[in-house]
């Protein structure tokens, strides 16, 4: 395209609905937030 | 659900329910804003552009609608009910292994360590049997966390030498693999500390709140000395004994330095490349509080952190912080991002004396005690709220366009303001989305510096 750059690529939420909520990924407040939720950095175990 | 803003110079643009960003140029953006209320025609006459480029613009749009990657739908809700109802286990512990801590930090949430409780120690045999408890509740989980935190848990070292020790001997027994992490203050923290946690620990969290009179001021000593002397050169031998990874300098920034991104500088200045800074969470009358009117100072301060990040970044200087971290292409799966933290679920925290609360921010809190170690819980119907908690189970996540990065925020806030789980903090909200814009921002940058290259 020339006018849209797509950071992500072609790849959507609703394509991880059938393997998804396997369960095996980090829990966010194991690692820096103890007051806060934050989950759009976690990497999903099954993507590694 | 389209949001789009501009930021830095680029022009972005996210598509909530897919997950899309994409980066746009101008025409193409006003396109955008135009594009669900007003027909081709209309776009044609309000906009200030010539009719190819207006046409060129409204071509790439509407192939990127075809292809579900802009104005998608929210088709999640039932999805989330049906993982919802799947039975979980519990996959992390925190363990509060010292109520009892050496430092007087003035917003302590955990009240100088003590929880609304007096002092205590965790004993080895509560550690062995929390680890049981986890091991047992797990299901066929194999990656099992345990955080280490207080209190100060290098007040009760040798128990977490043993926890670990125990915690490794059933590992190959029972299919495990624990996942350490030690949360510390860093005032007795020594090379013995060190090597152990450089072995065992898959993460450590450096608690320092930046500049020296920032962290002295809220972070002093029991006697009211400094900690930053004491605790600044440890941390840097510690990070860099870590190769700079698997660990974070955290902080947390007050009303008392809403210019908190120098903070974060000063850590990334002395050779941090891994740091943490988080707004305070207290209530309204603690004069260190955030309030709403600190809002536009907080978004200019996240502003100027995430432009110099993109700076360092290109002169070879990067860091990480880990607020800014998304990932736009690996990250979870939309269950996980609609369903939250797993606290009261697949996540627990343990009291000295072996209490099961929901999660760290909860202990004290009598009405969410949940079982102990010992037992299991006995109240699954507080389990049960926090399971059925979600992004539509709140009113304000439905029209955010951060819900899919914050799965609804942190329960604990919302219960500290609002007296229950099910709502959300506004001022936290207010300031997850700017980091997400910031953050975003980010990955455009890079990308482009990726392209010029």
Redesign the interface.
Known sequence: ??????????????G??C???????????????????????????N?K | MVHQYKNNGYNIVMDV?????????D??YDVIALFSEKSPDEIRRLLPYEDQEIE??LE??I??KE???LF?ED??EE?IEE?KN?K??V??L?LHIAHDCNLACRYC?AGEGEYKGDRSLMSPEVGRAALDFLVQNSGS???L?V?FFGGEPTMNFDVVREIVRYGRSLEDKYDKHF?F?L?TNGILLDDEIMDFANREMD?V?LSIDGRKEVNDYMRPTKNGRSSYDIIMPKFIRFAESRQQERY?V?G?FTRRNLDFSRDVLHLADAGFK?I?M????SSPEEPYSIREEDLPVIFEEYDRLAAEMVSRSREGRWFNF??F?????????????LS????GT??LAVTPWGDLYP???FVGEKDYLLGDVYKGIERAEICDAFRSCNVYTKKKCRDCFAR??????????SYKFHGTIDDTCDL?CEM?RKR?EC??MI??AL?QEGEDE
């Open positions: 395209m020339k006018r849209v750059k797509t950071l992500t690529g072609k790849k959507t939420y609703a991880s609905m393997k998804g909520g396997c369960g095996e990924c980090q829990t966010s407040c194991q690692s820096a937030c103890k007051t806060s939720c934050t989950v759009g950095n976690q990497t999903c175990e993507h | 329910c897919s997950g899309a960003v994409h980066v746009v140029d025409v193409t060129e613009a790439e749009v192939s990127l292809e579900g990657l998608s088709i999640y999805y993982v799947r979980t286990v996959k992390a925190c949430f989980r194999h990656n966390e955080d996942r992490t949360t993460n969290v974070y955290r947390t891994q943490s988080e707004p305070v969470v880990f607020h971290m998304i990932d736009l292409t690996g990250g979870p799966c939309v269950a996980k991002r939250g933290c797993g606290s697949e996540y999660c760290h921010q899919f990065y914050c799965s609804g925020g942190c329960a604990a806030n936290s997850e997400v953050a975003i990955k455009a990308a």
